[in-house]
């Protein structure tokens, strides 16, 4: 019986360090038309990192219907580096595709967290 209040109190106390980052968020998106169908993007991010085991691993550029178009891959946690920004430059985006929306990823949720929707310049 001892150990059962034992595995129970220590799973009530890991669980919460475990899942306090919740989903990546996207809080900002800039695009720059570098050539005709190639874009620039700069996302900015939001993620409350706790470590290796737990990061903002990749955003994306996606269709409207859900295709991916590119992905940006972020190698390692920002812990003490929150909101962050990265880049993303050579995105081809089709001459016919007019908006694109952006979504993060995140190790332990994956996707869920906020999205953007852009309209791309011209």
Same mark, same amino acid.
């Given at each position: 019986?001892?150990?059962?209040?034992?595995?129970?109190?220590?799973?009530?106390?890991?669980?919460?360090?475990?899942?306090?980052?919740?989903?990546? @968020?996207?809080?900002?998106?800039? !695009?720059?038309?570098?050539?005709?169908?190639?874009?620039?993007?700069?996302?900015?991010? =939001?993620?409350?990192?706790?470590?290796?085991?737990?990061?903002?691993?990749?955003?994306?550029?996606?269709?409207? @219907?859900?295709?991916?178009?590119?992905?940006?891959? =972020?190698?390692?946690?920002?812990?003490?580096?929150?909101?962050?920004?990265?880049?993303?430059?050579?995105?081809?985006?089709?001459?016919? !595709?007019?908006?694109?929306?952006?979504?993060?990823? @995140? =190790?332990?949720?994956?996707?869920?967290?906020?999205?953007?929707?852009?309209? =791309?310049?011209?």
């Amino acid at each position: 019986m001892k150990r059962l209040f034992l595995l129970v109190g220590l799973f009530l106390f890991v669980l919460p360090l475990t899942v306090t980052a919740g989903e990546a @968020d996207v809080l900002k998106v800039k !695009i720059k038309k570098s050539h005709q169908d190639t874009y620039t993007f700069n996302v900015t991010v =939001l993620h409350e990192d706790s470590g290796w085991d737990h990061y903002a691993n990749k955003w994306e550029v996606l269709t409207l @219907d859900g295709k991916v178009l590119a992905e940006r891959i =972020l190698l390692h946690p920002h812990v003490n580096e929150q909101p962050f920004t990265r880049s993303l430059s050579g995105v081809k985006i089709p001459q016919d !595709i007019k908006s694109v929306k952006v979504r993060a990823h @995140d =190790l332990v949720h994956e996707y869920g967290g906020k999205v953007i929707v852009v309209i =791309l310049p011209k």
